[in-house]
Structures are given as C-alpha cells and as structure tokens.
C-alpha cells in the first residue's frame, strides 16, 4: 500500500505543478488539464509493476525474529533431508549385497 500513498502524495505535488506550470505559461486550459491528468495516469503506469510485485511479499519474513525462525526451520529440513540420504545409501548398499549374496547361495 505504500506505492499507492508514494503514486497519490506525488500526484498532489506535481499534478497541480505542471498544470500551473503550463497554464501560467500560455498553454490552454485544456492541454494544461489533460497534460496534468497524463503524468498522473502515466505515473500510475510506471508505479502499478511494483505495486502488484511487491505486494505479493510476506513482510512478517523482514523482521530479525522471523528470519532467525526461517533459518533454524532450513537448518532442520537440511538435516532431515542429510539424514534421508544417508538412510538410502544404506539401503542402497543392503540391495547391492543382496543379489550377490542370492548369487552365492544359487
């Protein structure tokens, strides 16, 4: 929502800027109007990829606590998935001596 309040608190500025700008400079009312209303549509424009980028964030991860919270969880899926593998390399170990002991015993 700040991109929102960042587009409107700019709009207040320099909307009414350009229209006095170029109206006090000899530009007709209309062109003076449409011009002011056109740097705020095109400043929308330029504001709303950010808008709809970052608002997908989850901002309870900025905080110290919460990434302290993310890492310990990563750490713990890490040795998980650390103890899954050597757990499969032991039973992959125990299949290879299988068929040779089978082959022994035939």
Do not use: H
């Amino acid at each position: 929502m700040s991109y929102y309040r960042f587009w409107w608190r700019t709009c207040i500025i320099f909307c009414p800027a350009i229209f006095l700008i170029l109206w006090l400079s000899g530009v007709s009312l209309l062109y003076s109007l449409l011009s002011a209303l056109g740097v705020a549509v095109i400043g929308l424009l330029l504001i709303l990829p950010f808008i709809f980028v970052f608002s997908r964030v989850d901002r309870s991860m900025w905080s110290p606590e919460e990434e302290i919270k993310r890492k310990l969880r990563y750490q713990q899926k890490l040795r998980e998935w650390e103890r899954g593998d050597r757990e499969d390399e032991d039973d992959d170990e125990e299949t290879e001596e299988r068929p040779e002991e089978e082959v022994r015993g035939r």
